[in-house]
């Protein structure tokens, strides 16, 4: 199991940027797949974005590609989710997740995903 914990959420204005951090326990965050996903009050958690153990692989949610870019350092065990052109509506908690089964496909969907950090939450005002 993988302890998981986020940084770098805060409050900006619309169009601005800020740079998630996810740090983890363990030596074998390198071989697992790795996702963002994001909850806001009165909704289901969505898909942010996702990448491969290697990095070689990213995935992005429609309404976040060309804006967010996920990247890793398996050297120092961090998934980072840089976020750019921020809206009010990427208002949520953002959340980091790890897939255990050692897929070279990471999904979109949350319960294939094994471990969660507790969530950093994000503002974004107009």
């Known amino acids: 199991q993988l302890q998981l914990v986020e940084s770098g959420g805060g409050a900006v204005q619309a169009g601005g940027s800020l740079n998630l951090s996810c740090a983890a326990s363990?030596?074998?965050?390198?071989?697992?797949?790795m996702a963002w996903f994001r909850q806001a009050p009165g909704k289901e958690r969505e898909f942010v974005a996702a990448?491969?153990?290697?990095?070689?692989?990213?995935y992005y949610a429609d309404s976040v590609k060309g804006r967010f870019t996920i990247s890793r350092d398996n050297a120092n065990n961090t998934v980072y989710l840089l976020m750019n052109s921020l809206k009010p509506e990427d208002t949520a908690v953002y959340y980091c997740?790890?897939?255990?089964?050692?897929?070279?496909?990471?999904?979109?969907?949350?319960?294939?995903?094994?471990?969660w950090g507790q969530g950093t939450q994000v503002t974004v005002s107009s």
């Open positions: 997740a790890a897939d255990r089964t050692l897929t070279t496909t990471p999904s979109r969907y949350h319960t294939a995903y094994d471990d």
């Open positions: 363990g030596r074998t965050f390198s071989l697992y797949a």
């Open positions: 990448i491969s153990w290697s990095g070689g692989n990213t």
